[in-house]
């Protein structure tokens, strides 16, 4: 019997969460004041190949990046400076209705997170960052799902 070479380099690759069907990736935009949530949501998503295509560090701000960006999906933090994250969230879904913002919250903070998906927002994600939870999330929203 020959023995005949067979390719198996690609046996068990699979296509990162951040990429789109047609192979282009995702566009996020992370709104948060805090540099370090940034840094952390940013290593999260790249490590999926997500894009993140922009970062802002107040809500006025991050409206301002959604009309100029039109990314795929936003994460807003809820605690900001000068406009806040339900304030934001609004604008945002004012300008897009079909925008796709995810909102970032410490524990504790139930009442304020169903206020925010009642007024538009997809979903949340709870600080302290669990890796799993936040691609889970991110890529349930943008398959169309919750």
Request: hydrophobic share 40%; with cysteine.
């Amino acid at each position: 019997m020959a023995n005949i070479p067979v390719d198996l380099s690609n046996i068990n690759q699979r296509i990162p969460d951040g990429l789109s069907p047609e192979g282009a990736p995702y566009r996020i935009l992370v709104v948060d004041d805090s540099k370090f949530v940034i840094k952390q949501i940013t290593q999260i998503l790249t490590s999926e190949k997500y894009d993140v295509c922009g970062c802002a560090e107040d809500g006025a701000e991050g409206v301002a990046l959604y009309k100029e960006l039109k990314p795929d999906l936003v994460t807003m933090d809820i605690t900001m400076p000068k406009l806040d994250g339900l304030s934001a969230l609004v604008q945002v879904i004012e300008f897009d209705p079909k925008a796709r913002v995810i909102v970032v919250s410490a524990l504790g903070k139930e009442e304020t997170v169903k206020h925010a998906l009642l007024k538009g927002a997809k979903n949340f994600i709870v600080k302290p960052f669990d890796r799993a939870k936040v691609l889970e999330r991110v890529r349930n929203v943008l398959k169309g799902g919750k």
